[in-house]
């Protein structure tokens, strides 16, 4: 009996060693999507076409890759301790280091020490983020992040260069400039913020009315191939927004109402 128990277990090891093969593979991938991404921007590659641009799209597939290997390690029962390590390492790669160096090549050397430091700055809150993270796993709820993710800072930079490119702006004006200068430090401070932002994890909606969220998923699809560059910028920007307002309510609700003077303080 024991003989029988010793091999089911060597058995289930072997399927689950092998289950784990598939969630790491798509985890490298995306990594493999940052180092390219930093490539190009850099110059030491050159495509046809602006090598920003094609850096950009890199982060943003990265992005996908890491959207799904967690998914699929559950579904294979596929999930460890290593996948989560090597996750979180892939992550400061392709939506720490590579975004700071795509932003910095494509806009910032043109700041000077400012424009190191906002690069620097954000990649240190991106590896402050993903340490907090991975302390705090398993100990926050899954209905929001605390604190800006890091692929979402990452996504707002790839989506940036590909709604400037596709609109033909002009990044040289001053007011453009610093908006974006700034949206880094911003960035930043949000991903080691404690405000709140929806993980999209639980989705009630999609589950009541499934026939509904097919229809506007086919919309939405439609829409995104047609506009993606201006889309998917819109719909970085509208998070972002959302997470901040929501915590500014939050704080403004949560505040203590002052109590009002008596009559003789009035006096």
């Known amino acids: 009996m024991s003989m029988l128990s010793n091999k089911q277990n060597k058995l289930n090891m072997t399927l689950r060693h ?76 392709s939506f720490g280091v590579a975004p700071a160096i795509l932003v910095y090549e494509w806009f910032l050397k043109g700041f000077g020490r400012l424009g190191i430091v906002a690069a620097f700055f954000f990649i240190a809150s991106g590896a402050l983020r993903l340490a907090r993270f991975n302390v705090q796993s398993g100990k926050i709820s899954n209905v929001y992040f605390v604190g800006l993710p890091i692929p979402a800072a990452a996504a707002f930079i790839a989506t940036s260069v590909l709604f400037i490119y596709e609109l033909n702006l002009d990044l040289t004006k001053a007011a453009l400039s610093i908006f974006f200068l700034i949206s880094i430090y911003v960035l930043a401070f949000l991903m080691v913020s404690t405000v709140p932002f929806y993980s999209f994890k639980k989705v009630s909606f999609f589950k009541a009315h499934p026939f509904q969220t097919l229809v506007l998923l086919l919309i939405f699809i439609s829409i995104l191939v047609l506009y993606f560059e201006i889309v998917s910028f819109i719909m970085i920007i509208t998070y972002i927004v959302i997470g901040i307002l929501m915590a500014l309510f939050k704080a403004l609700k949560g505040k203590p109402k002052q109590d009002e003077p008596s009559e003789n303080e009035a006096v």
Not at 30 to 49: A, E, H
Not at 62 to 83: C, E, L, P, Q, Y
């Open 18 to 93: 092998r289950n784990i093969i598939l969630p790491n593979a798509i985890t490298i991938l995306g990594l493999f999507c940052g180092v390219y991404s930093i490539m190009l921007s850099v110059g030491s590659m050159n495509v046809k076409g602006d090598n920003f641009v094609f850096a950009a799209y890199l982060l943003i597939l990265a992005a996908f890759f890491d959207g799904i290997d967690g998914k699929v390690a559950r579904m294979v029962n596929g999930t460890s301790d290593f996948g989560v390590q090597l996750d979180s390492l892939s992550d400061m790669v």
